[in-house]
Nanobody
Framework: QVQLVESGGGLVQPGGSLRLSCAASGFTFSYSAMRWYRQAPGKERELVAHISSAGGGTNYADSVKGRFTISRDNAKNTLYLQMNSLKPDDTAMYYC???????WGQGTQVTVSS
């Protein structure tokens, strides 16, 4: 069956870095554009980053531009989000999304706090 399994979240101090991963299975990963979304308590889910199926095109929310990098390894069926210079406002549950198929992962929590 279709699975998107996020990992790599945790507690980090402001200014720190984390790398999120999303392992995909049960569908043709290389056919799907992929996205990272996040949702903070009491707020709506927001798009963080988007990557095309082949990885050649990326887009970012203004709030993370220059700090986050989305990438993918189609040979490993894995999506990544490198997050640098983290801020407390980045605290949220982060979700992987197979945009072409509308599949969602269960999320991984990122907490930025001193």
């Amino acid at each position: 069956q279709v699975q998107l399994v996020e990992s790599g979240g945790g507690l980090v101090q402001p200014g720190g870095s984390l790398r999120l991963s999303c392992a995909a299975s049960g569908f043709t990963f290389s056919y799907s554009a992929m996205r990272w979304y996040r949702q903070a308590p009491g707020k709506e889910r927001e798009l963080v980053a988007h990557i095309s199926s082949a990885g050649g095109g990326t887009n970012y929310a203004d709030s993370v531009k220059g700090r986050f990098t989305i990438s993918r390894d189609n040979a490993k069926n894995t999506l990544y989000l490198q997050m640098n210079s983290l801020k407390p406002d980045d605290t949220a549950m982060y979700y992987c999304n197979a945009w072409t198929y509308s599949f969602w992962g269960q999320g991984t929590q990122v907490t930025v706090s001193s």
